[in-house]
């Protein structure tokens, strides 16, 4: 893995002012046996498909680490190129995916795993809303100069290191930055993209090694996976409920557990 954790022996969650750019390891994944041993197999596989992809030379800018934030700076980043673009990083999902705003050729990306297990695990649930539905990212990675280039002057986005993905849920058949209905009012509107909010959400219970910042904006929705919940998202899913309106409760409810989507990844990863 690219990154490792400032404070790794503690077991107490870090807050936003002061995480590290990191990921947490499969090493530490510490939850039911099964699921941690499927979740590294899962992991393991999707690095091992990055690999296989050409690498270059890192010449792309980095922020200066401060004190409250520490990174490794990598040696390497996947070559993105005419060829590399199609290359599958896992089963639904190509390296151009995650590079909509990398235009360039022969230039260097960063994509983390864990982001692309948590797009395989919504586009699944995607799926039982709506089975002509898709997930079209239209932001994973932008490179610092990127960021200014469309006026976003965070320092640390998750963005540049390959851990957020902005996303619209739209056809499958026609990708786009448009939302089609998932919520099954037959409207597409706000509440479509409260649905996708809850499915992250959902996914983040059930897996907390994905946990992360998810965001509504205008017309999409960041998420990404700095390793714990922003601190102006509810904490817990009692708080979370409370939020969720019973008609978007019912359909959450229908699509099952852990259990059945971790049935679901051994499925589609061939596990």
């Known amino acids: 893995m690219l990154f490792t954790n400032c404070n790794s022996n503690s077991s107490k969650s870090i807050r936003f002012k002061e995480f590290c750019v990191v990921i947490l390891k499969p090493a530490e994944f510490s939850h039911v046996s099964d699921r941690k041993e499927i979740l590294q197999i899962i992991l393991k596989r999707i690095q091992d498909n990055l690999n296989q992809i050409p690498k ?5 800018r980095f922020p200066k680490a401060d004190k409250n934030h520490e990174f490794i700076k990598p040696d390497s980043l996947l070559l993105l190129n005419e060829k590399t673009r199609i290359e599958k990083v896992s089963p639904h999902f190509m390296l151009k995916n995650f590079c909509e705003k990398t235009r ?4 260097g990306i960063l994509l983390d795993p864990a982001l692309v297990l948590k797009m395989e695990i919504l586009y699944l649930y995607i799926k039982k809303l709506n089975p ?3 997930i079209y990212i239209s932001s994973g990675y932008r ?5 200014y280039e469309i006026g976003n002057r965070t320092k640390f986005s998750m963005h540049q290191f390959g851990k957020a993905a902005d996303i619209y849920i739209c056809k499958e058949s026609n990708p786009g930055r448009y939302f089609i209905d998932i919520n099954g009012d037959e409207k597409i509107n706000k509440k479509d993209r409260w649905m996708l909010m809850h499915l992250l959400w959902k996914i983040e219970n059930e897996f907390p090694e994905l946990c992360g910042y998810n965001q ?3 017309r999409h929705v960041h998420t990404d996976i700095r390793g714990e919940e922003h601190p102006t998202m509810p904490k817990s899913l009692n708080k ?8 978007l409760q ?7 557990g852990r ?4 049935n679901d990844l051994k499925s589609v990863f061939k596990i």
């Open 104 to 107: 360039s050729e022969n230039k």
């Open 259 to 262: 259990n059945d989507i971790i």
């Open 216 to 218: 509504i904006y205008k």
């Open 56 to 60: 270059t030379g890192n010449e792309t």
């Open 250 to 256: 019912m359909k959450l409810n229908s699509l099952g």
């Open 132 to 134: 002509a539905a898709g």
């Open 143 to 147: 490179s610092l100069k990127e960021n």
């Open 240 to 247: 979370r409920k409370k939020i969720i309106k019973k008609d």
